[in-house]
């Protein structure tokens, strides 16, 4: 049987608790707005960013695997917005 479930993107809310679950931070123990910053903006499952949270034992590198995370996620999210619209404005131009 082929099934398909729908799952929420993670939000900065919920982001504090995979922080606090996996490297045992708390709110303002880091500075975390750059990551919740790109977070409102970009599409990321909880899943990529607890792998990401594992990859280190060291806060510094878990979290900039996060951001690094984030920022491709976000340009690969902005570059094909820019190929959809193109490709419309192509359809456009051919009628």
Same mark, same amino acid.
Do not use: C, H, I
């Given at each position: 049987m082929d099934m398909h479930i729908e799952l929420s993107y &993670? *939000?900065?809310s919920a982001f504090s608790v995979l922080a606090y679950n996996y490297l045992g931070l708390r709110d303002g @123990?880091?500075?975390l707005e750059e990551i919740q910053n790109l977070m409102e903006?970009? $599409?990321v499952t909880p899943a990529s960013v607890a792998e990401e949270l594992l990859? !280190? @034992?060291?806060v510094n590198v878990a979290l900039g695997? /996060? /951001? $690094? &995370? &984030?920022k491709r996620k976000r340009t690969a999210e902005v570059? @094909?917005?820019e @190929?959809?619209?193109?490709a419309k404005r192509r *359809?456009? !131009?051919d009628s």
């Open positions: &993670l *939000k900065p @123990d880091y500075p903006y970009t $599409e990859r !280190s @034992d060291d695997g /996060v /951001v $690094e &995370l &984030l570059n @094909d917005g @190929d959809e619209g193109a *359809k456009l !131009s």
